[in-house]
């Protein structure tokens, strides 16, 4: 699977917070065109994708971490 990457005019909607992405958080077709915002460690990004959101903004600590690797900044 390959990311998908910004595009030159930027992304737009409202932040709507779906915790770690569980299904039961995140009907279908309720994110349409919004940004999900969401924890890292809940690993369920492509249930936000599939309810519509136009991004995803991960939440993260140092503590949390994904396989490959994402170093703290």
Do not use: C
Not at 12 to 37: C, D, H, K, N, T
Not at 40 to 63: E, K, M
């Amino acid at each position: 699977m390959k990311p998908h990457t910004t595009p030159a005019a930027g992304v737009e909607g409202r932040l709507i917070y779906v915790g770690r992405g569980e299904a039961a958080r995140v009907p279908p077709r309720s994110l349409q065109g919004q940004i999900a915002v969401m924890e890292l460690a809940g690993g369920a990004w492509d249930n936000a994708f599939n309810a519509g959101a136009a991004a995803v903004l991960l939440l993260g600590s140092p503590q949390g971490s994904l396989v490959g690797g994402l170093a703290p900044v």
